[in-house]
């Protein structure tokens, strides 16, 4: 649409010079006219000479067109004035038919354009959907080949905690026996432990009856001292 618009653009410009030279040719001398178009011709011919050499250093057809163009318009001018004189022409009416004719120019320039960019458009979408076709067979494969690579690592996993169990079970029993030792010794040693208790408050007890029974001796025996004395 840039492309379009830029044509349609030079082209109204165009047909506003050409609009600007016939009210110079009803208001101003034409020898001062003539001049006025020589100037407007020779800064054509200059603008289209440097967008030619610009194009030639880019290698670009589209700006060689548009310097094509510009030194077609410098040529058109300069022939102006000698075209009425031979001819005999209308100067306003010359010029309006030559406006029709840069209209309809740009107007088949811009159907071209129009219709180039569509095809490529249409064959970048046909481009991709080639590309799509192209990857779907290759995505399909690379997901069986997941699959596959998934499964395999099932199969592993599956293998390996079946090489796991009796192992498993041997370490299980090995554990279970340490439990079951581990068990009695802690029960040996509360037991050891509730009978050194036992037998230490026994012999308190029974310590305990023999310094009663002293007691009670001696005092007898004081009683009895006491009694031989009086």
């Given at each position: 649409m840039k492309k379009i618009f830029k044509?349609?653009?030079?082209?109204?410009?165009?047909?506003?010079?050409?609009?600007?030279?016939?009210?110079?040719?009803?208001r101003m001398n034409i020898v001062r006219l003539t001049q006025d178009i020589q100037v407007f011709s020779g800064a054509f011919l200059v603008f289209g000479l440097i967008t030619l050499e610009k194009a030639y250093k880019e290698d670009s057809i589209k700006t060689a067109i548009t310097s094509i163009e510009l030194i077609i318009l410098s040529l058109h001018s300069l022939s102006i004035m000698h075209v009425i004189t031979l001819f005999k022409y209308d100067?306003?009416?010359?010029?309006?038919?030559?406006?029709?004719?840069?209209?309809i120019y740009y107007v088949l320039k811009a159907i071209v354009i129009y219709t180039k960019d569509r095809k490529e458009y249409l064959r970048g979408l046909s481009d991709i959907s080639q590309i799509i076709k192209e990857?779907?067979?290759?995505k399909k494969e690379a997901k069986k080949r997941k699959k596959e690579k998934e499964e395999n690592i099932e199969?592993?996993?599956?293998e390996t905690k079946k090489e796991k169990r009796p192992h498993q079970?041997?370490?299980?029993?090995?554990?279970?026996?340490?439990?079951?030792?581990n068990t009695t010794k802690i029960t040996n040693r509360k037991v050891e432990k509730s009978t050194k208790n036992k037998t230490s408050s026994i012999n308190a007890k029974t310590e305990n009856k023999k310094s009663v029974k002293t007691k009670a001796e001696t005092t007898v025996k004081l009683k009895k001292e006491v009694k031989e004395n009086d």
């Open positions: 044509n349609l653009l030079g082209a109204i410009a165009i047909i506003i010079y050409f609009i600007i030279l016939s009210f110079a040719y009803t100067f306003q009416v010359y010029l309006i038919t030559s406006s029709f004719i840069i209209v990857d779907e067979p290759i199969k592993k996993t599956k079970k041997k370490l299980e029993k090995k554990n279970d026996k340490t439990k079951k030792v």
